[in-house]
């Protein structure tokens, strides 16, 4: 099998790359182990419907096993599309409609197989071709940027592939093709995990996801078939107060705990615009309380 070498960067085709690892594309890792050709037919049937997405276990360490494929964690909103009859519907992880907000890749999605239902995340990519949050919150101004990144498939022709193993489901899924380069369909590699968490780390990526090779696809289970490991960590941050403004808040004040006191520490106002400052005003507007929570101030 070849083996290839690249710089980290998000692809147009809609991978990463790694400087320095060796790695086996998704077609030979698939291929050494699936069957000629998958008898769709031989599935059980089931309507395409939303399926509560399987989740990752948070671990720090990666397991070294060739039993194990890898993807680079990417910030974004996981999505599970449906497609029955001609009407494509994309999901929240906790089943609201992404329909309005996101209009521009249920479009995109048009050309799903009927009966099709499809787990991937909503990722906004800069000029830079890096994963960025914040035009991912502000997704009407940033719609150019916003694409639908593929990585599952569930049900294909109304037959449930949830009990296939996931090279099998990835093979299938490469069945699939769409007009729209909104959608991509994100490929998996297999390298050393130092070499990988050395690459992800040089270009400050948040993580890795590793799924095994062999697992089934668990709707709503945290099982340890699927972990994640962090790798350039953030502070977490707790909002204690706010600034009012013109459209209802000009900027929050934020914290972080040390041992049971609140500390404060910036006030920002960046990653707003006006209806999103007009939303988090009401909702944090109840919860004004008349001591300052901060121990600092």
Not at 166 to 174: A, D, F, G, M
């Amino acid at each position: 099998m070849a083996n290839a070498c690249a710089k980290l960067r998000y692809s147009s085709e809609g991978g990463y790359l790694c400087p320095g690892i060796m790695f086996r594309s998704r077609r030979d890792i698939c291929s050494s182990r699936m069957p000629a050709k998958l008898k769709l037919k031989s599935l059980p049937k089931k309507p395409a419907a939303f399926v509560e997405p399987m989740d990752c276990l948070a671990v720090s360490k990666l397991p070294e096993s060739a039993d194990w494929a890898w993807e680079i964690k990417i910030d974004g909103y996981r999505a599970i599309a449906v497609k029955t009859d001609d009407r494509v519907n994309l999901y929240s992880r906790t089943e609201n409609s992404f329909n309005n907000k996101f209009n521009y890749i249920v479009a995109a999605l048009s050309d799903m197989p009927v009966g099709t239902v499809l787990d991937g995340e909503l990722v906004a990519i800069d000029d830079d071709g890096r994963p960025n949050f914040n035009l991912l919150q502000n997704f009407r101004t940033g719609a150019r940027h916003i694409q639908y990144y593929v990585f599952d498939l569930l049900c294909l022709d109304n037959r449930d592939a949830t009990n296939l193993k996931l090279v099998e489901r990835r093979e299938l899924l490469k069945s699939l093709s769409f007009k729209d380069k909104r959608i991509k369909i994100i490929d998996y590699f297999q390298a050393e995990p130092v070499e990988l968490l050395r690459a992800v780390r040089e270009q400050r990526l948040e993580g890795v996801v590793g799924k095994r090779k062999d697992s089934l696809y668990e709707p709503g289970a945290r099982s340890g078939s699927w972990i994640k490991h962090r790798v350039n960590l953030g502070q977490e941050f707790v909002i204690g107060g706010f600034t009012p403004g013109l459209h209802g808040l000009d900027a929050i004040v934020v914290g972080y705990y040390r041992g049971k006191e609140l500390v404060c520490v910036a006030r920002t106002r960046n990653g707003f615009v006006p209806a999103s400052r007009r939303h988090l005003f009401e909702k944090l507007k109840p919860l004004v309380i008349p001591n300052c929570p901060f121990a600092n101030r």
